[in-house]
């Protein structure tokens, strides 16, 4: 649902949010990265990508990134038109390098690897490292979904330190995220979730004046919780960038020892196994980068389809059909909650907090691209 404080306003400021037609924030987008030196069909992916975050309601991970894609692409940190190439290819599994190209270009590379394999044996495991951020892994489980497959997404950020271990002060993980994708008829389970208390990003939308943290989220170097972005990022102005090396507190696992061992299992599997590195020691590094290792498997190919549909759908119904604790919250599935925003957002407007809009607004000034029309 849109905040009540949303103002439609075309593309015009408004007092809480600017609301952008989903398509026309895709075109523009796209219009930013073709201008930025990518062609027709990386913009188009970066873009679809950005804006699917969007409509699911993270933020995040959404086109508020836009300014720091296009300053790590003149940076040359990370690179446009990149090819995966093929490291390790033993049939069912491989593993893929994606050369520091656009997550979005180099991600769907392995997932549709992954997808091919597994519909020709069965199953199929695919690492990805080196990697540009690949932005919300739930995008690659749902890809997966389409397929019919159920997937399961070990993702780390190498190079990238801000999440304290359960029981720790220092930062000693990356943000993480995980995510699993099952295929069910009309009710698709798509889990996806960063392994920190909250993502990076949300730490970001905090400190922009946006939807502030949970006040146990991070972590001070004496132990005390915080909520305070100045935690992450230490000082910094109301507008401008943000840095976690100026801060001296940690973003905290989520979910306690349990959390913070799938952060561990993802910083393993991502990151140590795929040969991209983990979150540290980080003296060597020159740039972070994703690593994703993931799991395909074909109902299909076990011989059980029917029943798994069958069974799957109505369990999904069951559970979510339990009393809730809060009548006015009902209980959700994953992925229930970015279905309906997904929704309402294609129906009504994407709506982008003023400073990300202004951003974004900059960054295509600066290329020679025209505001669209509203
Ligand atoms: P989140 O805390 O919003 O959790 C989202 C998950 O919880 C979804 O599966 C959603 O369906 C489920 N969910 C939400 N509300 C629910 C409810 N009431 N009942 C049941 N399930 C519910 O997600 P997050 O940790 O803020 O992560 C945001 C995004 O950031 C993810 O898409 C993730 O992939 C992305 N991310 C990417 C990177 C990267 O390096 N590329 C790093 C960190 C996070």
Known sequence: MLPANAFRTGFRMAPAYVLVDAGKLDAFVAAIFR??????????????????????????????????????????????????????????????????????????????????????????????????????????????????????????????????????????????????????????????????????????????????????????????????????????????????????????????HKGSGLAFMCEMLAGALTGGGTSGPVAARTRIANGMLSFYVSPRHFGTEAEFHAAGRSYVDWVAACAPADAGAPVLAPGDKEAATRADRLANGVPLQPDTWAGILDTARSLGVNEPPG
């Open 35 to 256: 201008a930025a030196g990518c062609d027709a069909a990386e913009a188009g992916r970066i873009s679809t990508h950005l804006l699917g975050a969007n409509l699911a309601g993270h933020d995040s991970h959404g086109v508020a990134r836009v300014p720091r894609y296009v300053e790590w692409l003149q940076a040359g940190y990370v690179l446009k038109g990149q090819t995966a190439e093929v490291v390790t290819d033993g049939g069912c599994f491989a593993l893929l390098d994606g050369k520091f190209g656009f997550g979005q270009t180099v991600a769907p590379q392995a997932v549709e690897l992954g997808i091919a394999r597994a519909q020709q044996h069965g199953i199929a495991v695919v690492g990805l490292r080196n990697a540009g951020h690949i932005g919300r892994v739930g995008d690659y489980a749902e890809t997966a979904i389409r397929a019919g497959l159920i997937s399961v997404h070990f993702v780390n950020v190498a190079g990238s330190v801000l999440v304290a271990p359960f029981g720790g002060t220092e930062r000693r993980f990356s943000t993480a995220p995980f995510s699993v994708g099952v295929p069910l008829p009309g009710r698709p389970l798509v889990l996806d979730f960063a392994t920190s208390l909250v993502a990076e990003g949300k730490v970001l939308v905090a400190s922009n004046g946006g939807k502030a943290l949970p006040p146990d989220a991070l972590i001070e170097p004496d132990g005390r919780l915080s909520g305070d972005p100045h935690t992450l990022y230490g000082d910094y102005a109301q507008v401008g960038p943000r840095n976690p090396a100026n801060g001296k507190g940690a973003i905290r696992a989520f979910g306690e």
